[in-house]
Nanobody
Framework: QVQLVESGGGLVQAGGSLKLSCVVS????????MGWFRQAPGKDREFVAT????????DYADSVKGRFTISRDNAKNTVHLEMNSLKPEDTAVYYC??????????????????WGQGTQVTVSS
């Protein structure tokens, strides 16, 4: 049983900040990269950020580079997404995900087997 639980979403004004968290259980968390994805109504789920098993390597979608920061705390089985300078176009349900293959840094939605329930982020103008 692999379980991912996101938290931290909410309503924020444009230019504001939010920090999302995801707690993972049911697997050796530190052996896997982790990813954040988002999905707006009527749109496909899209990649946001990923972080390697060690936390030393990261990758971001161009739309969030310089504004979002992904991090992890392997001792607490937790991955975070710090979101700054939020824009209305960031409004979406945000999901954390765990890939099927350990050790590798992955950014494709098709490479992730386990997903959280999502947390809503709404950015007002």
């Amino acid at each position: 049983q692999v379980q991912l639980v996101e938290s931290g979403g909410g309503l924020v004004q444009a230019g504001g900040s939010l920090k999302l968290s995801c707690v993972v259980s049911g697997r050796t968390f530190s052996s896997y990269a982790m990813g954040w994805f988002r999905q707006a109504p009527g749109k496909d789920r899209e990649f946001v950020a990923t972080i390697s098993w060690s936390g030393r390597s990261t990758d971001y979608a161009d739309s969030v580079k310089g504004r979002f920061t992904i991090s992890r705390d392997n001792a607490k089985n937790t991955v975070h997404l710090e979101m700054n300078s939020l824009k209305p176009e960031d409004t979406a349900v945000y999901y954390c995900a765990s890939p099927a293959i350990p050790w590798r840094l992955v950014a494709s939605v098709s490479e992730y087997d386990y997903w959280g329930q999502g947390t809503q982020v709404t950015v007002s103008s």
